[in-house]
Nanobody, 128 residues
């Protein structure tokens, strides 16, 4: 069973940067498509970004394009989310997730239902 643990969240000011990490254990990390989702209070869980097994393919939520960058280091079993120029509307609990299925070519986003394993989440709060 793959296990995921997020870290790196915190309280920052608008315009600041944060880097989230998602450490995986228990299974072959490189076999999984990985994703980041977020959930703000009172809202549904929202897709943020996904990265393919090799890291070659990535997709992003439109509102984070140009500000967020997803990456992975399969040798370290870790995925990262570099978040720059943070805005108050980025405030949410951020979850990493794993999908043991092929990359969805041609798709612009993923649903939470596309991912089978989830971390516990890390809080990101951006003050304006």
């Amino acid at each position: 069973q793959l296990q995921l643990v997020e870290s790196g969240g915190g309280l920052v000011e608008a315009g600041d940067s944060l880097r989230l990490s998602c450490a995986a254990s228990g299974r072959t990390f490189s076999a999984y498509v990985m994703g980041w989702f977020r959930q703000a209070p009172g809202k549904e869980r929202e897709f943020v970004t996904a990265i393919s097994w090799s890291g070659v393919n990535t997709i992003y939520l439109d509102s984070v394009k140009g500000r967020f960058t997803v990456s992975r280091d399969n040798a370290k079993n870790t995925m990262y989310l570099q978040m720059n120029t943070l805005k108050a509307e980025d405030t949410a609990v951020y979850y990493c997730a794993a999908r043991n299925a092929p990359w969805k070519s041609g798709s612009s986003d993923y649903s939470p239902r596309d991912f089978y394993t989830w971390g516990q989440g890390t809080q990101v709060t951006v003050s304006s």
